[in-house]
């Protein structure tokens, strides 16, 4: 099986990482490198990461998974029914083994791929808050940490758009990813965040978990969101805490905002609900 020499760059002055795959025998070279010239400072870089996207609900789905280890243990936060085989297929091109397939609330607008990607992979274990009153295999709670290999990310709720929203931070650490990434769902969107109008939605109660679970974090941390319909891929929490347009204000302002969005309801919420509440699999057949 081909394995990969993995060479990772990063710039102190930017939050941008990127990675070089050369097609070598077991051979793992990470660099931390400042400008143009490398460093004599070597550090390891184990993350394997990336953000893929559906574009018919412009979901984002990502895909983390600790390259030192040997097995290269990898989960999927958010996977999308019909975006499956593309991720399964890039899972098995990186050499990576699946172990957990994760959401971060029951999604109105698309259904959970967490389901039938327990029927291609037999093993994969779905998760989701205990909160969220839905079926998978493993149920988490505030302060739980999901390990993948030496990486972990930690579980903090952030309900408001739904009752049972979850964020998954990476661990906080040297041996952790730097700087550290929030998986927020739809919790905090780019300049934006979730609606709060049903599904147990409540704006008051989103206003204080992204206030006392997100923009706690180091200004530095990477906002990943579960959806964008402007383009965005990634933000941090200093740039939302002063430029989004809807959490940095007042809690009062913010509720005003939220009461007036006049949204329509997501094309599939009566599909995705139910079906999202039994792990994706209303349609075939449920393993709960
Ligand atoms: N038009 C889309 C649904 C768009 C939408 O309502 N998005 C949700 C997240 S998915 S439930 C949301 O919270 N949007 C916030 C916003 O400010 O846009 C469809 O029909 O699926």
Request: one cysteine or more; aromatic letters at 10%; hydrophobic letters at 35%.
């Amino acid at each position: 099986m081909a394995t990969e020499l993995e060479i990772h760059f990063s710039t102190s002055s930017s939050f941008s990482n990127f990675s070089i795959l050369l097609p070598k025998p077991n051979i793992f070279l990470p660099f931390k490198s400042y400008t143009t010239s490398f460093s004599a400072q070597i550090m390891p870089c184990k993350l394997i990461f990336r953000q893929l996207f559906e574009k018919e609900s412009s979901t984002y789905t990502y895909l983390l998974a600790d390259s030192l280890h040997p097995d290269k243990p990898a989960l999927l936060i958010d996977p999308v029914d019909r975006t499956v085989d593309r991720d399964l297929a890039l899972v098995k091109e990186l050499g990576l083994k699946l172990i957990y397939a994760i959401n971060t609330h029951v999604h109105a607008d698309h259904v959970t791929g967490s389901g039938l990607i327990k029927t291609k992979v037999p093993g994969v274990k779905s998760i989701i808050s205990k909160a969220s009153n839905a079926k998978a295999d493993l149920f988490v709670e505030p302060g739980d940490n999901i390990y993948i290999g030496d990486i972990h990310l930690e579980v903090r709720a952030t309900p408001g758009h739904t009752l049972g929203c979850i964020t998954y931070v990476t661990g906080d650490g040297v041996d952790q990813p730097q700087p550290r990434m929030a998986f927020t769902g739809d919790a905090l969107l780019i300049r934006g965040c979730g609606r709060t109008d049903f599904q147990g939605g409540s704006s008051d109660k989103l206003y204080d978990s992204v206030h006392s679970q997100i923009f706690t974090l180091p200004k530095d941390t990477l906002v990943y969101p579960a959806h964008d319909y402007k383009g965005f891929t990634v933000s941090t929490v200093w740039e939302e805490m002063l430029y989004n347009p809807r959490l940095s204000k007042d809690k009062e302002t913010f509720k005003n905002i939220m009461q007036n969005l006049n949204l329509s309801y997501p094309k599939m919420i009566d599909i995705a609900v139910p079906s999202n509440m039994v792990c994706g699999l209303q349609e075939t057949k449920s393993d709960f």
